[in-house]
């Protein structure tokens, strides 16, 4: 099990930061607010639109968040 938790991934213009083994903040380059997501939700407009005419619509912050929890990529102490 890789230890991701309460550190910074620098995903593209998204910094993840998982707070929990399911559960991230997510911050957008362009973006002022801080975003919640986890696996398969995510509070950022795209995905509360989109959700709703598909139910397993994956926005591109839950899309970064599972390359974090699939190790696929490292942490960015410097983020
Ligand atoms: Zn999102």
Do not use: L
């Given at each position: 099990m890789i230890n991701y938790i309460n550190l910074p991934f620098m995903i593209n213009d998204l910094v993840v930061y998982p707070e929990a083994e399911d559960r991230a903040r997510v911050i957008d380059f362009d973006c002022r607010y801080e975003l919640i997501t986890t696996p398969n939700s995510?509070?950022?407009c795209t995905f509360r639109f989109s959700s709703r005419r598909d139910p397993g619509?994956?926005?591109?912050?839950?899309?970064a968040l599972?390359?974090?929890?699939?190790?696929?990529?490292?942490?960015d102490y410097n983020a």
């Open positions: 995510c509070t950022c619509y994956k926005c591109r912050h839950i899309k599972q390359k974090v929890i699939n190790g696929e990529v490292a942490p």
